[in-house]
């Protein structure tokens, strides 16, 4: 009598729990989202930018060039300025006075409320018949006040001013925590030794935040690129295109229906922004 003897497959198929199924399932509508409101647009813009012709003709416009130069003037001022502030007011609200906690609260309030309603009343303070800087201070002389946001430089300027002071607060949050990782007993000793202040801060406060510092920084030039409101909601660009940045020279191109050239104005930041985030990455991954 011959005995057939079937062998079981190799690998047996598992099957699901029922967590794991369900786990699996509620997963799907984040990967749709993600796919959708994510993958898509950015692959779609990078398709529309696709064209060499439409960076040529990129180039070729001159509001291109001298938007190049304004955003490379905000980065290297604004983000400069704003980390040296925020890295000496961390020190300043490290003390624990009473008076020093109450103004730490009304200081992050600038960080705290939305862009919109804030930009937009100083862009009202700044109005050169009913404004109340001109209101308040020159008519009081009898005298016109300037025409603040006619003048592209004191519009860029400005513009930098409402991003520091919009940013600032968070920024020195951030510096604050690092100051408050560093064991006091390093203080208590260069004290002993009769260290200055400006001794314990180059010997002790430096060395130990140089590294949160760095990647703070560039943490912060890639948000900075794409600030939009600071520039749009305070000068919308103007006067005559004279204070965009890259970040809202899309939003030109777009109302002059050439979206060829306002997905180009974005794909140009990349050179910029990709060695930023790899280097920020390489820092972060030690």
Do not use: C
């Amino acid at each position: 009598m011959t005995t057939t003897t079937i062998a079981a497959p190799a690998a047996a198929r598992k099957r699901l729990s029922t967590w794991e199924f369900w786990g699996r399932a509620f997963v799907v509508p984040y990967l749709l989202i993600f796919l959708i409101f994510v993958l898509y647009p950015v692959g779609y813009g990078l398709w529309l930018a696709r064209s060499p012709a439409s960076y040529v003709k990129l180039f070729d416009d001159p509001i291109f060039f001298r938007t190049a130069i304004n955003t490379v003037v905000f980065l290297v001022v604004a983000i400069n300025v704003k980390m040296v502030i925020a890295l000496f007011l961390s020190g300043f609200f490290l003390h624990t006075r009473w008076w020093i906690k109450v103004l730490s609260v009304i200081f992050i309030l600038p960080w705290a409320v939305p862009s919109i309603p804030t930009i937009l009343s100083v862009r009202f303070m700044l109005n050169p018949e009913w404004g109340v800087i001109n209101q308040t201070i020159f008519r009081l002389t009898g005298l016109d006040g300037p025409n603040w946001l006619n003048d592209p430089t004191l519009a860029l300027g400005f513009s930098m001013l409402m991003h520091i002071w919009k940013s600032l607060p968070f920024w020195t949050l951030i510096l604050l925590a690092g100051r408050m990782a560093i064991p006091a007993d390093q203080y208590e000793a260069a004290s002993v030794d009769g260290a200055t202040t400006w001794q314990k801060f180059k010997y002790i406060t430096w060395p130990s935040m140089k590294g949160l510092y760095l990647t703070s920084t560039l943490l912060s030039t890639i948000w900075t690129l794409g600030d939009f409101n600071s520039v749009y909601l305070l000068t919308g660009g103007g006067p005559a295109d004279l204070t965009h940045v890259l970040a809202t020279l899309g939003i030109r191109y777009l109302r002059l229906d050439q979206i060829e050239l306002s997905m180009a104005a974005i794909v140009v930041t990349l050179p910029l922004v990709l060695p930023i985030v790899y280097f920020m990455m390489k820092r972060l991954s030690k």
